[in-house]
Nanobody, 117 residues
Framework: EVRLVESGGGFVQPGGSMTLSCVTS????????MSWVRQAPGKGLDEWVG?????????HYGDSVKGRFTISRDNAKNTMYLQMNNLKIEDSGVYYC?????????RGRGTQVTVSS
């Protein structure tokens, strides 16, 4: 069974930092390009945050997070990370990791990030 568990969310003030984790099981993580997506409060549409190639050597980011967010992975631990710096109020939402570089794959239950003063 494919399983993804996101964690690390919570409350943070604008300008702060936070790191999310995505622990996976049930598939060949090291052979899978992964991505992060998010849903803003009250909005049902995903925003693609970024993706990482299976070996971790290539990453891509959405324009709204470029330069502030960094995606990384540890294939030995079947885990992907999202380092978020200089957080803004508009970064609030539920963050999901997915088994597809375009955000269309299987996802976990998500982790809530709230940026507020």
């Amino acid at each position: 069974e494919v399983r993804l568990v996101e964690s690390g969310g919570g409350f943070v003030q604008p300008g702060g930092s936070m790191t999310l984790s995505c622990v996976t099981s049930g598939f060949e993580f090291a052979d899978t390009d992964m991505s992060w997506v998010r849903q803003a409060p009250g909005k049902g549409l995903d925003e693609w945050v970024g993706a990482i190639q299976r070996r971790g050597t290539t990453t891509h980011y959405g324009d709204s997070v470029k330069g502030r967010f960094t995606i990384s992975r540890d294939n030995a631990k079947n885990t992907m990370y999202l380092q978020m710096n200089n957080l803004k109020i508009e970064d609030s939402g539920v963050y999901y990791c997915t088994t597809d570089p375009n955000g269309l794959g299987t996802r976990g239950r998500g982790t809530q990030v709230t940026v507020s003063s």
